[in-house]
């Protein structure tokens, strides 16, 4: 008998960067370069963001919604730990997301950094289960989308 609450899913997406693998990848292992492209945003307060980047090490960042939103005042807790990194190639994070005091979701997210002609193709695979009352698959898979294009000034 399946849980109809829990959904599992898998979206990739792929971006071309005109900056090389060592630009892109920096994005993503320079903690304050991060923060600009992962952690701040129009819609809420950054309350903490940590990173230690390393194999075994730990990401965190702690958001609350603003006024307006569908969330407003809810704090949104991100918790990833970095399983995999191989310098200019490839980042593998696993993380957890709460809403409020809920769990919405574990993810298992691997970013690859290809040169290509004169960039670098980004290719990110994210592999999630969602849980009761979260954003769900096409909601995550949009967010996504609009942090890959907050990275693109970053690198």
């Known amino acids: 008998m399946t849980d109809q ?5 898998t979206f990739v997406i792929e971006r071309m960067y005109l900056k090389s693998p060592i630009q892109v990848f920096a994005a993503f292992s320079d903690a304050s370069k ?15 963001f940590s990173m230690d980047f390393a194999v075994g ?5 702690q958001y609350r919604f603003k006024k307006g939103t569908p969330f407003a005042s ?7 730990h970095f399983l995999d990194v191989v310098a200019d190639r490839r980042v593998v994070t696993a993380s ?13 997210v691997t970013a690859e950094f290809r040169p290509k002609d004169s960039g670098t ?6 592999q999630a289960v969602f849980f009761e009352g979260a954003d769900g698959p096409k909601i995550r898979e ?6 890959l294009d907050r990275l693109e000034p970053v690198v």
Do not use: C, Q
């Open 5 to 9: 609450s829990i959904v599992d899913n």
């Open 34 to 48: 991060k923060r600009r492209w992962f952690a701040e945003g129009p819609d809420h307060d950054v309350e903490h």
């Open 57 to 61: 090490g730990r990401e965190r960042a």
């Open 74 to 80: 809810v704090a949104l807790t991100y918790d990833g």
């Open 96 to 108: 957890t997301m709460t809403l409020g005091e809920r769990r919405i979701s574990a993810s298992l």
């Open 121 to 126: 193709l980004l290719v990110l695979t994210h």
């Open 142 to 147: 949009a967010g996504w989308r609009a942090l």
